[in-house]
């Protein structure tokens, strides 16, 4: 684990003339072509003071002389220059914790899991963090902290940041996910998960809020999860809006009563959270769910099955790359289709050959959908502009001969903030339509 710089001197860098209009309006990043000088000659995520051309102060934060991203910008407060301690960062973090109570991500009496940190979207880059409440019943229930040091800045204060975190949540267990490939262009390295204190190194059953809507407040659903080594956190988080939606308007229209079982197609499903929540409001009204769940990963396809069987649903899974193999799957009309892949556009270079992979994906994904489907469609590629995506929606829809009616869009729960000064923030967007019928 890094050594904390506890009370250390931030050194001070400026900015060329003209370089400071996008901190003042906000944004938290910094180029290493927009300094007077070069970055080289300070540690990566060393405290650094930022000052504009005429020498008026813009901000606290660290700096990185390997990223092209050269300076993060932790606090605009010139009086805070000890930004890392652990005081202050006990108070950065019981702002975000506060936040999410009030807005009922994190209620008391649910117990339930959810986003605590957001890197910018939170004021501090770099740092993530999210909050599992544990356990398959509340009184036994406990809370497993994950945190992720995505820049070097964060990886440096990590002794102090994680006082912090016991200050607060007082957790159970704390895993430490610092195994994200990015840390590579931080010039830190990429580390094994570690764990402190008490944490199942595989199938801990994680408590979420219903995403249904009409469910009781306190209502949770279970998902057995690997918080050490599964994907990012181990769960994902920012999709619980965009089901509740999609629940809302699935509900409202089978209030006459279903008889059939419902049949969902849930494509790069993980550990099912879509499947599973579906499965749960679906046989909470009596109604019967069967799900194919489709994930390149064998051991993923086997928590997605477990969880949407707990939940009241049948499952089968499909072991595939789904841009490879859908076509194998031949003859099948499903009632709900899922379909939220992985970042197809994971960084600039990508964007020629990601757009086809999105029509591709949608294509397929239409041809399985049953006349007066459901279908939900998904990117979480941060670069994919949104009428981008919409395009290549539509054009997968209108090759299959649909007449498709948009219903409602959604973006990351709201326990993942953005704020307008940074647009890079806002990553997820979801569509959720419903077929009228095929044209052709």
């Known amino acids: 684990m890094a050594q904390t710089m506890k009370n250390s001197p931030a050194k001070i860098w400026r900015l060329k003339r003209g370089s400071d209009r996008r ?43 390997s990223s092209l991203i050269a300076f993060r910008v932790v606090s605009r407060a010139e009086t805070e220059n000890q930004w890392d301690t652990v005081e ?7 702002t975000a914790w506060d936040l999410r109570t009030k807005l009922g991500a994190n209620p008391a009496a649910g117990m339930n899991s959810f986003r605590w940190m957001f890197g910018e979207g939170d004021d501090f880059p770099g740092l993530v963090i999210d909050v ?19 820049t ?11 006082q912090a975190v016991e200050e607060i ?25 570690k764990v402190l204190g008490k944490v199942k190194t595989e199938g801990e059953w994680i408590r979420v809020r219903s995403a249904d809507g009409h469910a009781p407040a306190d209502r949770v659903v279970l998902f057995s999860v690997d918080l050490v080594r599964g994907q990012k956190t181990g769960f994902f988080l920012d999709q619980s809006e965009n089901i509740g939606q999609f629940l809302d308007l699935f509900t409202r229209a089978e209030r006459a009563g279903r008889k059939a079982p419902l049949r969902i197609l849930d494509l790069c499903c993980y550990v099912g959270q879509w499947s ?12 019967a769910t069967e799900a194919l769940l489709v994930d390149a990963s064998a051991r993923a396809l086997s928590y997605a099955k477990a969880n949407v069987e707990k939940a009241g649903g049948k499952a089968e899974v499909f072991e595939a790359d789904v841009l490879a193999d859908l076509p194998k799957l031949v003859d099948l009309e499903f009632d709900v289709v899922i379909c939220d892949p992985p970042a197809l556009i994971p960084s600039r270079k990508d964007i020629p050959t990601g757009k086809p992979a999105y029509l591709k994906l949608n294509t397929e994904a239409f041809r399985l959908l049953a006349p007066g489907g459901w279908m939900v469609t998904c990117s979480c590629s941060q670069l994919l502009e949104e009428e981008d995506f919409a395009l290549q929606v539509s054009k ?11 219903l409602a869009r959604g973006t990351q729960a709201i326990d993942h903030p953005m704020k307008l000064e940074f647009p890079e923030g806002k990553y997820l967007k979801m569509w959720i339509g419903k077929d009228l019928g095929k044209t052709g």
């Open 23 to 65: 901190v003042r309006a906000g944004h938290p990043w910094v180029y290493s072509n927009e300094l007077q000088g070069s970055p080289k000659g300070i540690e990566p995520g060393e405290k650094v003071t930022l000052f504009d051309a005429g020498g008026k102060f813009l901000a606290h934060g660290y700096g990185n002389p």
């Open 88 to 94: 202050n960062l006990t108070k950065r973090l019981r």
């Open 132 to 150: 599992y409440r544990t356990g398959e019943t509340a009184e036994g229930a406990g809370t497993v902290v994950v945190v992720q040091a995505h």
């Open 152 to 162: 070097a800045g964060v990886d440096r204060i990590m002794p102090n940041l994680l």
């Open 169 to 193: 949540a007082k957790p159970t267990g704390v895993v430490l996910r610092n195994d994200v490939s990015h840390r590579k262009q931080e010039g830190i390295p990429i580390e094994e998960p």
């Open 276 to 287: 599973t929540q579906i499965a749960a409001a679906a046989a909470a009204r009596g109604i």
């Open 396 to 406: 997968g829809s209108l090759r299959n001969g649909r007449e498709m009616r948009w």
